[in-house]
């Protein structure tokens, strides 16, 4: 599978490739700006992407920006977003754009390779990938609705909210697909949501619940 | 002294009279009050009353009361200069006919022959060494003893007309901490931004790129078979890395707040950073007890900053350093013996000093002519 990064710290460049290549990921190009790399997606056509969110010059938020920007060049381009603090600001604006395959996770992620190798083959596959964190915040930030569900029915919701599909949310909690299914039904149910398939539908189906449960 | 104000406010009492089309003009009226306010506070000053107020702020623009009021004293200062300066132009003239009247008086035609005393005649040497002298020294005991508390009276009423009201002296103050609260809050931002990005870019990108060699590593150590020297070769990296991410920890938080500092205040802090310049450098210590914080660390920097241009950028084989404080102020003075020339353009030094100490609103001075020496003064305000 080919990457093209976004990433102007040398460091974690060389981390990232040393990690990927490890992996069975090829990285096609290392872009050190939105420009390149909205250049190099042109140029290499990648099966998934990695942005640094802080990239010159402004240092600010160039990386979403040049990620939303390849996105509308490419529907559906997979990206996943690497940042060193979250904002779930970021997060909605890369979950605004049509189609799946966005994922938005803390630097912090990639030092369990597992996890963030997953997640990428998830968001390269055109699922999602949130970062734990920002899902914990929206689900704390909800309170009130979503205290008619058990804990395990809680923790299912927050995987589900990261992307996982349900065998992953099963291997994750150490329980059967069947369990699991019965929980995600019991959760549409009690939440009044209209049940949805597996995938980035029902990542954005939880999502916009906990968004408006404020 | 006093004479010669009576005698230029004479002067220009005439120039103003002469320059009465001109009074509307609002910028050249405050700049002659401001000109006449200043001569007066001048006077005052010099004869132990001190003006209630100095003239930091005279020639501020477009202050509608101020030029109103400028306008109102232009009249006043005819009627003053010309009431009061009179006195003085025949004192001094009559001093300069009495001069020539005393020695000279034959010279001059018998229906002429000069007056003293307004309106004696001088007929022979009697009369002309009797009066004339005694004209000079009664004028000079005028001089001396009238004319000063006229120059005064003078000076007071132009004060008194051109003086800021206590509310405008408290605008005026509101304006400036209104200014300095700005820089202040605009500084304080700006070295916010500077440690963030400080943190991000450097300890914390640090650490991700350890954790990422050390997940690789953890990886590959169960490997079959085993790459060691790939493994060793993270590890060494991620060891590397991390005393690496130590040392820019050390870095910022010395940025952030020095812990010399901390731990020995500000005397003790200068002693360190004098000791570790490059150049030997005296420090004089005066007493900085109970300095602000904010206040020790600006000098704290400054004094670095100016020492690491020292060793730098003078050739300097010498330096000095003296601190002290006042009730309000505290003042420190770097020079060197190197080569000055010392631009702010050059460089970020200077301009960090002068963006610290304004922040505090505070004053730093340059002088670092070509061929040296360079002389750095900061003064800070810390008594508030």
């Given at each position: 599978?080919?990457?093209?990064?976004?990433?102007?710290n040398?460091?974690l460049?060389?981390?990232?490739?040393?990690?990927?290549g490890r992996?069975?990921?090829?990285?096609?190009?290392?872009a050190?700006d939105?420009?390149g790399?909205v250049?190099?997606?042109?140029e290499?056509r990648?099966d998934?992407t990695?942005v640094?969110?802080?990239?010159?010059?402004t240092?600010r938020?160039?990386g979403i920006?040049a990620a939303?920007r390849a996105?509308?060049?490419?529907?559906?381009?997979?990206v996943l977003v690497l940042?060193?603090?979250?904002?779930?600001?970021?997060?909605?604006?890369?979950l605004?754009t049509?189609?799946?395959?966005?994922?938005y996770?803390?630097?912090?992620?990639?030092?369990?390779?597992?996890?963030?190798v997953?997640?990428l083959?998830?968001v390269a596959?055109?699922?999602?990938?949130?970062?734990?964190?920002?899902?914990a915040?929206?689900?704390q930030?909800?309170g009130?609705?979503i205290?008619?569900?058990t804990a395990?029915?809680?923790e299912?919701?927050?995987l589900?909210a990261?992307?996982?599909?349900?065998t992953?949310?099963?291997?994750?909690?150490?329980?059967?697909d069947?369990?699991?299914h019965?929980?995600?039904g019991?959760?549409?149910?009690k939440?009044?949501l209209?049940?949805?398939?597996?995938?980035?539908r029902r990542?954005?189906a939880v999502l916009a619940?906990?968004?408006?449960?404020? | 002294?006093?004479?010669?104000?009576?005698?230029?406010s004479?002067?220009?009492?005439?120039?103003t009279?002469?320059?009465?089309?001109?009074?509307?003009v609002?910028?050249l009226?405050r700049?002659w009050?401001a000109?006449?306010?200043?001569?007066?506070?001048r006077?005052?000053?010099g004869?132990?009353?001190?003006?209630r107020q100095?003239?930091?702020?005279?020639?501020?623009?477009g202050?509608g009361?101020r030029?109103?009021?400028?306008v109102?004293?232009?009249?006043?200062?005819?009627?003053t200069?010309?009431?009061?300066?009179?006195p003085?132009?025949l004192?001094v003239g009559n001093i300069v006919?009495a001069?020539?009247?005393?020695?000279l008086?034959?010279a001059?035609?018998l229906?002429?022959?000069?007056?003293?005393?307004?309106?004696i005649?001088v007929?022979?040497?009697t009369t002309a060494l009797t009066?004339?002298?005694?004209q000079?020294v009664?004028?000079?005991?005028v001089?001396?003893?009238?004319?000063?508390?006229?120059?005064?009276?003078?000076?007071r009423?132009?004060v008194?007309?051109?003086?800021?009201?206590?509310?405008?002296?408290?605008?005026?103050r509101v304006?400036v901490?209104t200014?300095t609260?700005?820089?202040?809050l605009?500084a304080?931002?700006?070295e916010?931004?500077?440690?963030e990005?400080?943190?991000h870019d450097?300890?914390?990108?640090?650490?991700?790129?350890?954790?990422?060699?050390?997940?690789?590593a953890?990886?590959?150590f169960?490997?079959?078979?085993?790459?060691?020297?790939?493994v060793?070769?993270l590890i060494?990296?991620?060891?590397?890395?991390?005393?690496?991410?130590?040392?820019e920890l050390?870095?910022v938080?010395?940025?952030v707040y020095?812990?010399?500092?901390a731990?020995?205040?500000?005397?003790?802090?200068?002693?360190?950073?004098?000791?570790?310049c490059?150049?030997?450098?005296?420090?004089?210590?005066?007493d900085?007890?109970?300095v602000?914080?904010?206040v020790?660390?600006?000098a704290?920097?400054t004094?670095?900053?100016?020492l690491?241009?020292?060793?730098?950028?003078?050739?300097a084989?010498?330096?000095?350093?003296?601190?002290?404080?006042?009730?309000d102020r505290?003042?420190?003075?770097i020079?060197?013996n190197g080569h000055g020339?010392?631009?702010?353009?050059q460089?970020t030094?200077?301009?960090?000093i002068?963006?610290?100490v304004?922040?505090?609103?505070?004053?730093?001075?340059v002088?670092?002519p070509?061929?040296?020496?360079?002389?750095?003064?900061v003064e800070?305000?810390?008594g508030?």
């Amino acid at each position: 599978m080919r990457v093209v990064i976004a990433e102007d710290n040398v460091l974690l460049s060389t981390g990232l490739e040393l990690l990927l290549g490890r992996a069975g990921f090829q990285v096609a190009a290392v872009a050190t700006d939105g420009d390149g790399f909205v250049a190099a997606v042109r140029e290499h056509r990648p099966d998934v992407t990695i942005v640094d969110v802080r990239l010159p010059p402004t240092f600010r938020d160039e990386g979403i920006r040049a990620a939303l920007r390849a996105r509308r060049e490419t529907p559906g381009l997979p990206v996943l977003v690497l940042s060193q603090y979250v904002e779930q600001q970021y997060a909605a604006e890369l979950l605004a754009t049509s189609g799946g395959g966005v994922g938005y996770l803390l630097k912090d992620r990639v030092s369990r390779v597992d996890g963030f190798v997953d997640a990428l083959r998830r968001v390269a596959a055109g699922g999602t990938a949130m970062d734990p964190e920002v899902i914990a915040a929206l689900v704390q930030r909800a309170g009130d609705p979503i205290a008619v569900l058990t804990a395990r029915e809680r923790e299912v919701l927050a995987l589900m909210a990261q992307g996982l599909d349900n065998t992953a949310i099963g291997q994750r909690l150490g329980i059967t697909d069947n369990a699991i299914h019965k929980h995600v039904g019991n959760i549409f149910a009690k939440l009044g949501l209209a049940v949805s398939d597996s995938g980035h539908r029902r990542v954005l189906a939880v999502l916009a619940y906990l968004n408006a449960a404020r | 002294m006093t004479v010669r104000y009576l005698l230029g406010s004479l002067l220009s009492a005439v120039v103003t009279l002469a320059g009465l089309p001109l009074w509307p003009v609002p910028r050249l009226a405050r700049f002659w009050a401001a000109r006449h306010r200043s001569r007066a506070t001048r006077v005052l000053a010099g004869s132990g009353s001190p003006p209630r107020q100095a003239d930091a702020g005279a020639d501020g623009d477009g202050d509608g009361e101020r030029t109103a009021r400028a306008v109102l004293w232009l009249p006043v200062h005819v009627v003053t200069g010309l009431v009061l300066g009179l006195p003085a132009l025949l004192c001094v003239g009559n001093i300069v006919v009495a001069s020539i009247a005393t020695p000279l008086w034959w010279a001059f035609p018998l229906a002429d022959r000069p007056r003293l005393f307004v309106d004696i005649p001088v007929p022979d040497w009697t009369t002309a060494l009797t009066l004339g002298p005694l004209q000079i020294v009664l004028l000079l005991a005028v001089a001396r003893w009238v004319l000063p508390p006229l120059a005064r009276l003078h000076a007071r009423i132009c004060v008194a007309v051109l003086s800021y009201r206590t509310n405008e002296q408290l605008a005026d103050r509101v304006a400036v901490l209104t200014r300095t609260r700005a820089e202040v809050l605009d500084a304080h931002g700006a070295e916010l931004r500077r440690i963030e990005r400080d943190l991000h870019d450097g300890t914390q990108a640090r650490l991700v790129a350890i954790a990422m060699r050390l997940a690789v590593a953890r990886d590959a150590f169960t490997d079959v078979p085993r790459d060691d020297a790939f493994v060793e070769g993270l590890i060494r990296e991620a060891h590397e890395g991390v005393e690496e991410a130590m040392a820019e920890l050390r870095t910022v938080i010395r940025s952030v707040y020095p812990p010399i500092l901390a731990d020995r205040g500000l005397d003790g802090a200068l002693t360190a950073v004098t000791a570790g310049c490059a150049v030997p450098v005296k420090l004089e210590l005066g007493d900085l007890e109970r300095v602000p914080a904010a206040v020790a660390a600006v000098a704290y920097f400054t004094v670095a900053e100016a020492l690491t241009n020292v060793s730098k950028h003078s050739g300097a084989t010498g330096a000095g350093v003296r601190a002290g404080r006042t009730a309000d102020r505290l003042s420190l003075v770097i020079c060197d013996n190197g080569h000055g020339g010392a631009d702010d353009r050059q460089g970020t030094g200077l301009a960090g000093i002068r963006r610290r100490v304004s922040a505090l609103d505070g004053t730093a001075t340059v002088d670092s002519p070509a061929g040296g020496p360079t002389t750095v003064t900061v003064e800070l305000p810390c008594g508030w």
